[in-house]
């Protein structure tokens, strides 16, 4: 065994052992593995939000103790990948780094960057694909360009056939003990420190709501293929049912993989309901096929025409809007959801996303910067293709003059309003006809139930036929410019 080679296999948003392509090619290569989680701090990719942070500790942990059920652990260090990785392959003498491949522009050229040193170490950068169903350069249009619709993109994805089906975790993998000697850089960091919040702990009210690790994500999918499923086409709206998979967490963190929930639930429940999810399971992979062909997707319109409209600056609208006291309840209903679990039902974050860029006017990348920030499964791909879509500025975007009515919008998905009690309860008491709409309210309701406008919870902070018509107005400018 001293002759067989080493690998080391470099974890990043793929922190599980079953499907993991990469891992199995290593345990396939034969020899000790060596596991490894790069804490990255450089500013090369963007900086992972404080509620990402606090979900991967958690997987991390898990991820440990997954490993050392097979004898196993994982080195966590933090700095420079693009320095680490090379030097952690001189000092243990690894002669392949195993990885899956990233589409973030900036992640990839840092792949690139890291890839250019172990050549110089005659060490092999192998790559996989394992976090999405497809590799985005697989679906293409007849003429070789990438697709700019999702509905045709989604036809040229079917037409391949099935994604692969996902591996099983590897029989046989024998492991490198993680301790590095005398390299200061290569030692386990504290990531309790790092990347748990303390003053205030705000993370222990969200651990009150998730579980962390591989086996808590099947779990939850097996529960969700089960049961809700079987009514996902009508059920995923309804924002105080527990209808949504809220398996995006754990696809972020790559706990679970989508090829993994792909074929868990290819035959479950009835076809409207599979074909409903699936379809959103690629529009995940969409949002990665978009970002790949669009690196500027998080900080560009991807319509230039929106380049020239005048958002509005309000950063007291602003705080409002992100601490869910606007005074509109099914958007402060989100916000608080948000704030309280650092998840957000998928109906929710369209309203409270129209809410800011249509009736505030406030620049979509003022909301993207937010949930960056206070979502567990905020992604790079997606959180930027879903705002520019609510926006009306990206590839298939809602049409800028499709402005939610927050009104209709509680009617609709909230009729009993019990998603507003859940989340705003200070309102708990107002009877349903005046839960979503308090300032239109009888003053003797208002009276019944203790409540003051003003005192015990916001007046609007605008007026939604005023904010309505204010965006109709700009995004008219912009389209005479």
Not at 344 to 368: P, Q, T, Y
Not at 389 to 394: I, P, Q
Not at 424 to 444: H, I, R, S, Y
Not at 457 to 467: A, R
């Amino acid at each position: 065994m001293s002759d067989a080679p080493l690998s080391l296999v470099w974890f990043r948003d793929d922190l599980r052992l079953a499907d993991h392509p990469a891992l199995s090619a290593a345990g396939d290569r034969g020899g000790k593995i060596l596991c490894v989680y790069v804490l990255d701090n450089t500013s090369v990719v963007r900086a992972p939000g404080g509620a990402y942070q606090w979900f991967l500790h958690g997987a991390l942990e898990a991820l440990k103790e997954a490993l050392e059920e097979k004898g196993g652990d994982c080195l966590i260090v933090q700095g420079d990948p693009v320095a680490l990785i090379p030097e952690l392959v001189q000092c243990t003498g690894a002669s392949a780094v195993f990885c899956h491949h990233r589409y973030q522009k900036e992640a990839r050229e840092q792949d690139e960057a890291v890839s250019k040193k172990l050549d110089t170490l005659d060490c092999s950068f192998i790559q996989s694909h394992g976090t999405v169903l497809r590799n985005p350069e697989s679906v293409t249009t007849k003429s070789g360009t990438p697709y700019k619709i999702f509905s045709a993109w989604w036809k040229g994805f079917q037409a391949l056939g099935a994604p692969p089906s996902p591996l099983p975790v590897p029989k046989h993998l024998t492991f490198r003990d993680i301790a590095i000697k005398g390299k200061k850089a290569l030692r386990p960091c504290a990531i309790d420190e790092l990347l748990l919040p303390s003053k205030p702990d705000w993370g222990k009210k969200m651990g009150e709501y998730w579980e962390h690790g591989e086996e808590a994500a099947t779990e939850l999918l097996h529960d969700f293929a089960h049961a809700a499923l079987g009514r996902y086409d009508t059920g995923r709206n309804d924002m105080a049912a527990e209808d949504s998979s809220r398996l995006s967490p754990y696809l972020r963190l790559g706990t679970l993989s989508p090829r993994q929930i792909w074929h868990y639930c290819k035959d479950k429940g009835r076809a409207p309901d599979r074909d409903t999810y699936l379809s959103e399971l690629g529009w995940r992979d969409f949002s990665w096929y978009t970002l790949f062909y669009n690196p500027e997707l998080p900080r560009r319109n991807l319509k230039a025409q929106f380049d020239k409209l005048s958002w509005r600056r309000s950063p007291k609208q602003l705080a409002a809007w992100q601490r869910g006291r606007t005074g509109i309840p099914v958007v402060d209903a989100g916000m608080r959801q948000l704030w309280e679990t650092g998840w957000m039902h998928n109906r929710a974050r369209m309203i409270v996303a129209s809410f800011l860029a249509k009736h505030l006017l406030i620049d979509w990348r003022e909301g993207e910067a937010w949930f960056w920030d206070t979502l567990i499964d905020a992604d790079p791909a997606s959180n930027a293709v879903n705002w520019q879509w609510v926006a009306g500025t990206g590839i298939e975007a809602s049409p800028f003059f499709r402005i939610f009515n927050p009104l209709r919008q509680a009617a609709k998905f909230d009729p009993e309003g019990d998603y507003i009690r859940r989340w705003v309860p200070e309102l708990a008491k107002l009877p349903n006809d005046a839960l979503a709409a308090p300032w239109a309210a009888e003053p003797g309701a208002l009276e019944k139930a203790g409540i003051k406008l003003g005192r015990d919870y916001p007046e609007p902070i605008v007026s939604l036929d005023e904010g309505r018509d204010r965006a109709m107005k700009a995004y008219r400018q912009t389209r005479g410019s």
